[in-house]
């Protein structure tokens, strides 16, 4: 008969077991936050934009999943990509109803307070929502998914360690925030996917050790 250690220790795995399949149901999948680079001390909500990057499975392609989970001021208006040779844009996938968002257009593309981190006219493209863009942009639970093929010899494994390395920078930018004000952000890795996933595989290991002893 289990202990009443042993019961708690199920019972904890199961919840993280189930955290780990609310946030990602793909075999893989990563989920970004987004830090505030510019803007001043605006009262967003926490998390207020994210993204999920998920693995096309048997297709060499990935989906970038964008949404906005703030219900006050702010519209996602514009996504910004470091220029890179892992991926080629293919097609917007879908988007919320009022949303309208197009690929890239090829014109010059600079994340507003980005030059530090890299994002660059000549190292950045620009996914737009239409004109006018706090209009067409993403409201509150709005979304938009942008599928990339994966070039050459990438896998989706390379393509997250450059996303987490910043190598490969993402970024947005929203208008019409608290005050009327807008803002840039860049994409960091969500914090309790991490912890999740560590705690699941530190509890996995803790149950293999206690029926070896």
Do not use: W
Not at 18 to 39: D, E, N, R
Not at 131 to 143: Q, T, V
């Amino acid at each position: 008969m289990e202990s009443r250690s042993e019961i708690k220790l199920f019972r904890m795995l199961a919840i993280c077991t189930l955290c780990i399949c609310i946030v990602g149901t793909s075999a893989k999948a990563k989920l970004y936050i987004f830090s505030q680079v510019t803007g001043g001390d605006l009262d967003l909500c926490p998390d207020a934009f994210k993204m999920d990057v998920t693995d096309v499975l048997g297709e060499d392609q990935a989906l970038f999943t964008f949404t906005n989970n703030c219900d006050s001021d702010g519209v996602l208006g514009r996504i910004f990509f470091m220029k890179n040779d892992l991926m080629t844009f293919n097609s917007i996938e879908d988007q919320s109803n009022g949303v309208a968002f197009s690929g890239p257009n090829g014109k010059k593309a600079m994340l507003p307070g980005g030059h530090p981190l890299g994002f660059t006219p000549h190292n950045t493209f620009s996914i737009n929502a239409a004109p006018p863009r706090p209009h067409n942009g993403l409201h509150y639970e709005d979304y938009v998914s942008i599928l990339f093929n994966l070039t050459g010899e990438t896998s989706f494994d390379d393509l997250i360690a450059e996303i987490d390395s910043q190598s490969l920078g993402v970024g947005l930018h929203a208008q019409a925030l608290p005050g009327g004000g807008s803002a840039s952000f860049t994409a960091i890795p969500e914090p309790l996917t991490l912890s999740l996933l560590g705690i699941g595989t530190l509890l996995i290991r803790n149950k293999r050790r206690g029926t070896a002893q």
